[in-house]
């Protein structure tokens, strides 16, 4: 799920289907993940969080998966609607409570 | 519950010219970020303030200054604007900061700054 360049990354997807949303970070001793959705025209939203002491973290629809053995995030969401459709950012924290963020995946849900 | 308001929604100015953005957080909220998001990348951390102190600021140059209030509202200043300082500055608030232990934060609409 990292950009290149200018042009995000986009993950298409069914109307129902499952999506997941991957987010590799840089920083080993990061110990707070967030991720984030952002709709066109709005802030971003909080979707979840999950500290370094977890593997996994499951919300309303959503799972985190995390993995610092290779520094990889992922966001699971289950049954997914034409309102998820959005950028989703994966943010750590890098120090001192400041969050360095991803540069986003475009989810497109199609009816 | 109020969320984090920003003002003003959009802001036009000319090169060199001086721009104040407004930020108001959430309620008990006590530290506010401040992000920078030019079109097509992701968030650029900008600067951090908590009861009224600049906490830690990104990789952007001096003429990006702020202040916080005691109130816990912020203004981010741009001194100097150039035309690739046109972006969505967004604003984030969250509860502070307990022995270094992170909170998540909640963002604001953000502000359109278009520099010409």
């Known amino acids: 799920g990292e950009s290149v360049g200018l042009h995000l990354p986009t993950l298409s997807v069914q109307e129902g289907d499952n999506s997941i949303i991957n987010c590799a970070y840089s920083n080993s001793a990061s110990d707070y993940f967030i991720w984030y959705k952002q709709e066109s025209g709005k802030g971003p939203q909080f979707i979840i969080d999950i500290r370094s002491n977890m593997d996994k973290r499951q919300g309303q629809r959503v799972t985190v998966l995390l993995n610092k053995t290779v520094k990889h995030l992922s966001l699971q969401i289950a049954a997914t609607q034409p309102g998820d459709s959005a950028v989703y950012f994966c943010a750590e924290n890098s120090g001192y409570s400041t969050l360095t963020f991803g540069k986003g995946t475009m989810l497109l849900v199609s009816p | 519950e109020a969320g984090v308001t920003q003002s003003p929604t959009h802001l036009i100015k000319t090169r060199g010219q001086q721009a104040t953005l407004r930020c108001s957080p959430i309620?008990?909220?006590?530290?506010v970020y401040w992000y920078q998001q030019a079109l097509g990348l992701g968030l650029q951390f900008l600067l951090w303030?908590?009861?009224?102190?600049?906490?830690n600021r990104g990789n952007f140059p001096p003429r990006f200054s702020g202040r916080q209030f005691p109130n816990y509202s912020s203004e981010l200043n741009v001194n100097a604007l150039e035309l690739e300082d046109s972006a969505l500055y967004l604003c984030?608030?969250?509860?502070?900061?307990?022995?270094?232990?992170?909170?998540?934060?909640?963002f604001g609409p953000g502000t359109r700054l278009t520099v010409t």
């Open positions: 984030a608030s969250s509860p502070g900061t307990s022995g270094g232990y992170s909170y998540e934060q909640y």
């Open positions: 303030y908590d009861e009224g102190e600049e906490r």
């Open positions: 309620s008990g909220h006590t530290s």
